[in-house]
């Protein structure tokens, strides 16, 4: 995307700008719309604050309920959506493209599930008084460290698998198999487990952004920054799956340690924001759709950083619309991103006729 | 510029070795336009797969360039629709870029170079699911000339496309290999145009062998009919064989292409086309128009004619 001015361009390098150029719209477009969602989610909750209490809560160092409720809550739950939407985003958009799959999301490698697992592990057993979970559980971040270790086992497990398996469908499979075996076990988990244990693993399973520490937060940004970098790094390999292994093969892109690269991208980017904000459900799946057929190009050098963008936008639209009962009372996030998600992919899809990976 | 010794091919399943064609010596020249021919079935994309090195052999070696260094148009199907011709050509170039994929004036030259030497010009900002097949070829073509290598290897580039578009196809290799002289080997099943545009043919026989030649030699050794065993074509004079089921035998005078479809018509029609005798005789006359004779009567067109014909 260099546009600096060049001697003797030929028809088709200025072509090849021009199309580049063409991306800087959407983009701006899209950027000053994710700035005016993260204000708007600062400004807007059970309280609302103003502009200008906004500015001084967050510049001016002064004693006010605005200040008190900016740092330690609103602008911690920006950040997360921030990061959560575009990790999100982020791991299935390189699903879809490694799967070659448009139905593929950041779960099916099972990581979700597996950190279900853990977390409705730790949650039913935990409170039954089996010692050692019970020592665990009474720990502030137990949750978050549970859904990690379930997560971790999970990739773990995947990352073996991927080194044996040659076939991505086959990889695919294996996934949504872990995924169907896990879920499995939390629903017999449920069954036996006590009414109030019970709400505790729903409340977590339906997606929360306003948990987040600032600690937490930093461990988040750490790892979503890891995956996103390792995931930027593989825009060329990323490209060269579009057209199949055998392609990649002649183009010399090494394919399974790009294979192992972006397994390894994904996971900790769901991981992490599963650990703590839960199974955020759809985002991963709908936003890469969205900013396909937005911005139309198949070169993950310009699909990657719409994504994220694109990613962080539509979970912050969704928390702000999650606020609309009043009242300090939330919906809960699972339901408002697909109630939001879904009318959004059918509206696009059916403007454009034509959906592809 | 490839050279195979004692090659087997084939692939392995479960550990059961499966080979497709074995004892393989084989050499790939550059200017050389090769065109490898055999039933479905036998190996011939195995064998291009293994030449270009994205598989492993049986048996044997083959020396020859790294596989960066040899371009490919395959049958695989491309997943991205929302990909554009220019995207697409552009791959060629990924062998010399870095992870960023920021593309030089060098490469912008040859990715420019590539589509305007298969006249898509006009493509360039298509995308792909607007492309016909044989435009869609074209690009696939164009993504090889990027890659800037010495070897082409294409495998069934004239599927499923018209005759136009087989012969435009067919042309270009033919001129790659003489005027870039490149190695190109392709698989096709087009007999007649393999025929005329390859320098040699490699023909995957029933015993797991690759016969080499010229085109012409296969033809009157009668490889061709061993390999294919035709089924009412005569290759040797290309047409379709035609049985005189009717009994009836037509003397026709005249001469040059008039003469000649109109044999064609009434062969196919299920007479047979006598120059010296015939119980019926008809004769050809051209002056603005052509006109068929017979029987005192004029015609205009051969269907009419066939239509009197076939009421007598």
Redesign the interface.
Known sequence: ??LGK?PKE????R??IM?QFRFWKPGIILTLLLINLFIADLLFGSVSISITDLYVALFKNTDSNAREIIWHFRLPKALTCLLAGSALSTAGLLMQTLF?NPLAGPDVLGLSSGASLMVALMIFLGQAGITLLHIISVNPWSLAIAASFGGAIVFLLVIVLAQYIKDNTALLIIGLMISAATSSIVAVLQYISRAEDLQTFMIWSLGNVGGTSWREIQVLIFVVLLGIIISI????SL??W???E??S?????NIQRSRLWIVASTALLTGSVTAFCGPIAFVGLAVPHLM?LFI????H?IQLPFVMIGGASLLLFCDLISQIPGNGQLLPLNAVTSMIGAPLVIWMVIRNK?V?? | MITTSHLSIGYVINGSIHTLIEDLNLDLHAGELICLMGPNGVGKSTLLRTLAGLQQPIKGEIIGPDKKNIALVLTDRISSANMTVFDLVTYGRYPYLGWNLSLSETDHKIIEESIRHVHIQHLAEKRLYELSDGQMQMAMIARALAQQTPVLLLDEPTAHLDLNNRVEIMNLLRSLSRNAGKAILVTTHELDLALQTSDQIWLITADKKIKKGIPEDLVLDGSFDEVFQFKGFDLKTGKVEHESHRNKSIQLIGEGYPFLWTKNALERSGYAVEEDKGKMVISIHVKNKISWKFNDDQFESLADLLTALSLK
């Open positions: 995307m260099r060049r030929s028809t088709f390098q072509f090849y199309s070659r790094r593989q825009m060329k490209n060269g579009l057209l199949g055998n392609y093969k002649s183009l010399g892109i396909r139309r190009t198949a070169n050098k034509k592809s990976i």
